[in-house]
């Protein structure tokens, strides 16, 4: 069994004004639409973490964020990770002081990396997730804006070597060629990741089988695999997820 660290299973839940976006098909709850509830089940099922993004882009719906962060904190025992809308240290200080475990910074890091310093030399490394959505284009793995809308002449590799150097504590590579399409996650940039870089990388985009998750920590050597309508439509339950991981000689917390 390979030993080392414990492989994190991380359900990833979207929140628009308070209220859990993609369609939820868990039983048992009574509003299937409070991520507190969800996460709290997630947690109940064995989650390791939980990642909640925030995609209202009103200042209103922020409040009610922080508001449902607060409430996250006190109910789940679990780290959680929150993004979305983070823009300057401000609001950074707003979702750790709401009771966030860390941050989770995406494209106001590439437009202005300094932000990562100023993340982690205030609160330390380990509070600051550097999120990059990229796409393996002709010429090569690109870092992209705006949900996926916009390429960047930033490379994959180079950003996330440039973000761990800043002081990021993890990075969360999310492959938009594989986002959504449930054939498995991009696992020979996730090991290109994780064997140039000495932090963390968590894998996102393309879960659709307990298969993918095994693929990615043995293939990619990911350390942590994120996903969401895997989980939310009850098609992977967690248990039986690291039942089976651990059966395949994965390391993970039961």
Not at 57 to 62: K, L, V
Not at 78 to 102: C, M, Q
Not at 148 to 167: D, P, S, V, Y
Not at 215 to 220: A, I, Y
Request: glycine residues 10%.
């Amino acid at each position: 069994m390979s030993m080392g660290l414990a492989k994190r299973i991380i359900p990833c839940l979207d929140v628009k004004d308070g209220e859990t976006v993609k369609g939820i098909n868990f039983v048992n709850l009574r509003s299937a639409g409070d991520p507190v509830e969800l996460g709290k089940a997630y947690s109940e099922q064995g989650a390791d973490e939980l990642c909640f993004l925030d995609i209202t882009a009103s200042f209103e719906g922020r409040k009610t964020f922080t508001e449902m962060v607060t409430r996250v904190a006190e109910t789940i025992n679990i780290p959680f990770t929150v993004g979305g809308g983070i823009n300057e240290l401000k609001d950074v200080e707003r979702l750790l002081y709401a009771g966030a475990d860390k941050v989770s910074v995406n494209s106001a890091a590439i437009r202005r990396p300094e932000l990562i310093d100023e993340i982690t030399t205030k609160f330390g490394s380990q509070v600051c997730v550097v999120a990059i959505d990229a796409r393996l284009d002709d010429d090569g793995w690109h870092c992209y804006l705006k949900g996926g809308r916009e390429r960047t002449e930033r490379g994959l590799f180079e950003w996330a070597r440039e973000a761990q150097e800043r002081g990021a504590g993890e990075i969360l590579f999310t492959s938009m060629n594989h986002d959504g399409t449930k054939n498995g996650y991009a696992n020979e940039a996730l090991r290109e990741l994780s064997d140039t870089l000495s932090i963390p990388i968590i894998a996102s985009g393309g879960a659709g089988c307990k298969e993918h998750f095994r693929d990615t920590f043995v293939e990619g050597h990911s350390d942590a695999a994120l996903a969401a309508s895997v989980f939310h439509f009850g098609e992977i339950p967690i248990p039986k997820l690291k039942q089976y991981l651990r059966e395949e000689g994965i390391n993970v917390r039961l």
